[in-house]
C-alpha cells in the first residue's frame, strides 16, 4: 500500500474538492455547467493585451535555457522599478524572486521559514493556499477574524489577541480573496504597526493589486512598512495580466534584510532547488508591467468587470435570505446565507445541491476557512448575461430550499 505522507494530514484545500469533482462529472455526462467557481480570466474572454504575447513569443529563441533561479534581471528590474512608480523605494533585484505564479511562491517563503509550533497569522475568510501552506510547511496557521459589519476589515484586536511568543509572520491579502475588501491606509498602518511592535514579516498578497472598482489604486504594504518591517509582497500577471495559464508572479522583499540573511537564504536555497521559473513566462513580466495597463479600462463602472460586478452585488441583495457586502476589488462576492431560514448546517452540502439542482457551480464558505457554514463565493467573471441567468436561477433555487 503506498498512503500519502502524514504531512499532509492538515492539508486543506477544498476550492478544489469534491464539489468540483461532481461538476467534472456531470459535465462529463454532457451537462452545461455555469462555472462561478474560479478567477481564472482567460476562458471568460479577458485575453492578455498582445503586447505581452507578442514579446513572450519574440523571445522563445532566448528562452530555452535555464536562467538564473530567482529570475531574468530584465524581469527583476522591471518589477523594481515598477514598485518605485508606487512608492516602493528600498527594493534591489537581488531582492526580488520569480515564480511559477504567486502559489509556487507562497509553498516556498513558508517552506524556508517555519518550523514545527511557529505560528503565522491568516486571515479568516482567507484564500486556502495560505493556510494549506502554512500546514504543509510544519508551521500552525491561526485565523484572525475579518468583520464583515466593517467592510471585511482585519479586526485588530482579534489580531493582538492572538500573538504569541510563536508567532513568526502575519499575511494580508489586499484587495482580498474572497471578500473583495481593499483596505484603506490606516487600516494597513495598524496592521504594520502590530508587525513592528512585535517583529513580525509581513506576507503581502496582493495579486488583485490593479483590481479596485472605484478608481484610486490600493496602498502597497511595503510603502507602510518601510525599513522597519521586513515585508515580501506577492503579486503576479495571472489576473490583471489575464495570462494564469503562463504561471508567473514575483515576490519582492523590503525591509531590515539583515535581520533575515538566513531565511533570504532558505529562499534561495529553495529557489536554486527548483532551478528557476518558467523562462518564456519571466520574459511577460517587463512587456506587462512596461505596457499600456488595459485592466483599469474594465474595472471602471462603465467597464466590463466593473458592470458585471455591479449586476451580481445588486442581484445577490435582491434574493430572499442573502445579503452581500460590496467588493471593492478582486472579482469575487462572498455573500450571506440566512442559515436559519434554510436551515443549513454544511454549507459544502449547499454547493453540492445547488449545482445538481440548477448546474451552478460556486465555492463554499468554509473552503476558505470562514468559521460557520454561513458564506458562499461567487466568481464575477463571467458576461453579464451569464450572471443574470445563474443569479436568477441560485433565486429560485434558494425559494424552495431547506437543507436536509
Ligand atoms: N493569491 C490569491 C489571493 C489568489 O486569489 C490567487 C489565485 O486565485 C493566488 C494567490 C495564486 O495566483 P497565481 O496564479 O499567481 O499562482
Redesign the pocket.
Known amino acids: 500500500m503506498f498512503t500519502q505522507s502524514a504531512k499532509l494530514a492538515n492539508v486543506l484545500y477544498d476550492i478544489r474538492g469534491p464539489v468540483l469533482d461532481e461538476a467534472e462529472r456531470m459535465e462529463a455526462e454532457g451537462h452545461r455547467i455555469l462555472k462561478l467557481n474560479i478567477?481564472n480570466p482567460a476562458p471568460f474572454g479577458f485575453e492578455a493585451p498582445d503586447s505581452i504575447l507578442v514579446d513572450m513569443i519574440k523571445h522563445l529563441p532566448e528562452a530555452q535555457g535555464y536562467s538564473d533561479s530567482r529570475g531574468i534581471l530584465s524581469a527583476r528590474r522591471a518589477v523594481v522599478q515598477y514598485y518605485e512608480t508606487k512608492g516602493i523605494r528600498n527594493l534591489d533585484a537581488d531582492d526580488v524572486y520569480l515564480g511559477n505564479?504567486?502559489?509556487?511562491l507562497?509553498t516556498l517563503a513558508l517552506q524556508a521559514l517555519c518550523n514545527p509550533g511557529d505560528e503565522i497569522l491568516v486571515p479568516s475568510p482567507d484564500?486556502p493556499?495560505w493556510t494549506a501552506s502554512v500546514a504543509l510547511s510544519g508551521g500552525t496557521p491561526v485565523h484572525y477574524m475579518c468583520d464583515e459589519e466593517n467592510g471585511w476589515a482585519p479586526d485588530i484586536e482579534d489580531i493582538r489577541a492572538k500573538i504569541t511568543p510563536r508567532t513568526r509572520g502575519i499575511v494580508v491579502?489586499n484587495p482580498?480573496?474572497p471578500t473583495g475588501a481593499v483596505y484603506t491606509p490606516a487600516q494597513l498602518e495598524a496592521l504594520r504597526d502590530l508587525a513592528a511592535e512585535h517583529d513580525l514579516i509581513v506576507f503581502a498578497?496582493e495579486?488583485?493589486e490593479k483590481i479596485t472598482y472605484d478608481g484610486t489604486p490600493m496602498t502597497n504594504m511595503a510603502t507602510l512598512t518601510g525599513e522597519d518591517v521586513l515585508c515580501l509582497t506577492?503579486s503576479?500577471?495571472?489576473?490583471a495580466y489575464r495570462i494564469?495559464g503562463y504561471?508567473?508572479?514575483w515576490i519582492a522583499i523590503t525591509g531590515p534584510n539583515w535581520k533575515a540573511t538566513s531565511y533570504i537564504e532558505g529562499i534561495r536555497l529553495l529557489a536554486n532547488m527548483r532551478m528557476c521559473a518558467n523562462v518564456p513566462a519571466q520574459h511577460a513580466i517587463q512587456a506587462a508591467l512596461g505596457g499600456y495597463q488595459s485592466i483599469e479600462d474594465l474595472v471602471l463602472p462603465t467597464g466590463r468587470l466593473g458592470a458585471q460586478m455591479e449586476l451580481s452585488h445588486r442581484k445577490l441583495n435582491e434574493i430572499d435570505g442573502v445579503t452581500c457586502q460590496k467588493a471593492e476589488g478582486?472579482l469575487y462576492l462572498f455573500a450571506k446565507l440566512d442559515v436559519e431560514k434554510f436551515h443549513i448546517t454544511d454549507d459544502e452540502l449547499f454547493a453540492l445541491d445547488l449545482l445538481k439542482e440548477q448546474k451552478i457551480l460556486v465555492s463554499h464558505g468554509t473552503a476558505f476557512n470562514w468559521v460557520r457554514p454561513d458564506h458562499f463565493r461567487l466568481v464575477t467573471l463571467p458576461g453579464v448575461e451569464v450572471l443574470d441567468e445563474a443569479l436568477d436561477r441560485l433565486g429560485e433555487f434558494l425559494s424552495g430550499y431547506e437543507q436536509k
Request: hydrophobic fraction near 40%.
Open positions: 478567477g505564479g504567486v502559489s509556487e507562497i484564500y493556499l491579502i482580498n480573496n498578497d495579486i488583485y506577492f503576479g500577471l495571472s489576473k494564469a504561471r508567473s508572479g478582486a
